[in-house]
């Protein structure tokens, strides 16, 4: 119940900060799998969706961390409440032109509703697998994801966050000749 609650504020605040509830073309579709196209971040799941995933093997294992950390079910739960707050702060006007100033993203406009739920549900996908198979797994499935994702689309979320906090011109200019 506290993951429903958490989803419908997360909705509602989005909704509030001026996000459509799906993508403006009218049509939903589950995956939206090309980054270049305005269907990215609209859809359900589109691959930055793998790096949410990402978030939530760290946010676990950083949570595992803490001087009394929660049990599992809390620690889920925080993951979900984190998770919910980043997306309500990285669609944001401060986040999405802070993306589309210092990244490949020159026409992001942020996230959908619909995407950013996505968004945290796959974090809180990547949090159940990494309580599952351990942190040495986990570190394994992180890298190897981050190494899928930087063939499949030239990002992945060092990369993003890389990017996102101090560019680096001749990354950008790698990221786009994959277009």
């Not at 509030?16 to 269907?39: K, N």
């Not at 796959?122 to 190897?144: E, K, Q, S, Y």
Request: charged letters at 15%; hydrophobic letters at 55%.
């Amino acid at each position: 119940m506290f993951t429903v609650g958490i989803l419908l504020v997360t909705a509602l605040l989005l909704k509030a900060e001026g996000r459509l509830w799906t993508c403006a073309c009218g049509s939903f579709s589950p995956w939206a799998g090309d980054i270049w196209s305005s269907h990215c971040s609209q859809h359900l799941f589109d691959p930055y969706a793998l790096t949410h995933v990402s978030h939530g093997f760290i946010l676990w294992f950083a949570l595992a961390l803490a001087p009394r950390p929660a049990d599992h079910a809390w620690r889920l739960r925080l993951v979900v409440a984190l998770e919910a707050a980043w997306e309500v702060f990285e669609n944001s006007p401060l986040v999405i032109n802070r993306y589309r100033m210092a990244t490949i993203s020159y026409e992001y406009l942020g996230d959908t509703v619909i995407n950013a739920l996505g968004d945290v549900v796959a974090c809180l996908l990547g949090a159940v697998i990494a309580r599952r198979i351990g942190p040495w797994w986990t570190l394994g499935a992180f890298v190897a994801l981050e190494i899928a994702l930087a063939f499949a689309i030239r990002d992945n979320l060092t990369l993003n966050v890389v990017m996102l906090l101090w560019p680096i011109e001749a990354v950008k200019q790698w990221q786009l000749s994959g277009h």
